[in-house]
């Protein structure tokens, strides 16, 4: 399978920029797309909206040889040759590590925290604490906050623990999210990322009025629904036809 080198340049940068508290965000994405190969397959760019608030939500594709800041560094540029913003999105992100990151348990990595939340400071992302309801509950609120000011945001609900292989459900929490993103009448545009002949794609689809559908329904699983319309079937995992979570009907 195709391997993306780590962008060390963008880091070092990065690492030089942390100081000041500032970065362009759309520079770094802009850069890393220039040297994807192979070519990138982008689809429905046109259902991003010019302006107003608006949450992207993606599958948190990534894998051995693929880190998941490629894909976000594609979705990002997207939405910027659209919106023209600086940043173009302001992303929800990890605040912090653990020792096994991938299972989702062990101990925090030492300084992991303040290092994340540097970054985020320097690209106006909200770094999701790991633990602690008032403090990640305040991350979320500054998050909106940006949305209510007419910006794009934009989340994986998956969290770490999404995979390339197929589409797992969203992180606990993210229900609550999205029916506060639904009194506040924000649209979700639902992003599929995926690999087909060894290039990566990428498909925006149309926003989502979140809260619509029956009550029988989460709100979460509006969402994930839409997602995993923009995958292929052999990836949707319990959001398939056959699935067995709530969703249903996603042909």
Same mark, same amino acid.
């Given at each position: ?93 990890? !605040? ?5 990151? $991938? ?8 300084? #992991? *925290?303040? &290092?994340? +939340? ?92 979140? !809260? ?5 329904? $989460? ?8 997602? #995993? *319309?923009? &995958?292929? +079937? ?18």
């Amino acid at each position: 399978m195709t391997r993306y080198p780590f962008p060390w340049d963008r880091f070092l940068g990065l690492a030089m920029n942390l100081p000041a508290g500032h970065r362009s965000l759309p520079a770094d994405c802009a850069s890393m797309v220039a040297r994807i190969t192979p070519t990138l397959v982008l689809l429905g760019e046109h259902n991003i909206p010019g302006s107003g608030p608006l949450v992207l939500a993606a599958n948190h594709y990534q894998r051995a040889g693929l880190w998941i800041a490629w894909p976000g560094a594609v979705i990002t540029d997207a939405v910027a040759r659209r919106r023209g913003d600086d940043p173009p999105l302001h992303w929800l992100v990890t !605040g912090g590590l653990q020792c096994s990151q $991938s299972q989702g348990r062990g101990p925090q990595v030492p300084l #992991a *925290r303040p &290092l994340l +939340e540097a970054v985020a400071r320097c690209y106006q992302m909200a770094a999701l604490p790991p633990r602690g309801s008032t403090g990640r509950a305040a991350a979320v609120h500054r998050w909106l906050e940006w949305a209510a000011k007419g910006e794009a945001l934009g989340i994986f609900p998956e969290g770490t623990q999404g995979r390339a292989g197929r589409l797992r459900q969203p992180e606990s929490g993210f229900d609550h999210l999205v029916r506060l993103l639904a009194r506040r009448a924000i649209p979700v545009l639902p992003v599929g990322i995926c690999e087909l002949a060894g290039a990566m794609q990428i498909c925006f689809g149309e926003p989502v009025a979140v !809260g619509a559908s029956p009550p029988e329904r $989460s709100s979460a699983d509006e969402v994930m629904d839409a997602i #995993a *319309r923009l &995958l292929p +079937e052999s990836m949707r995992g319990p959001y398939a036809a056959d699935g067995t979570a709530n969703a249903r009907a996603v042909r």
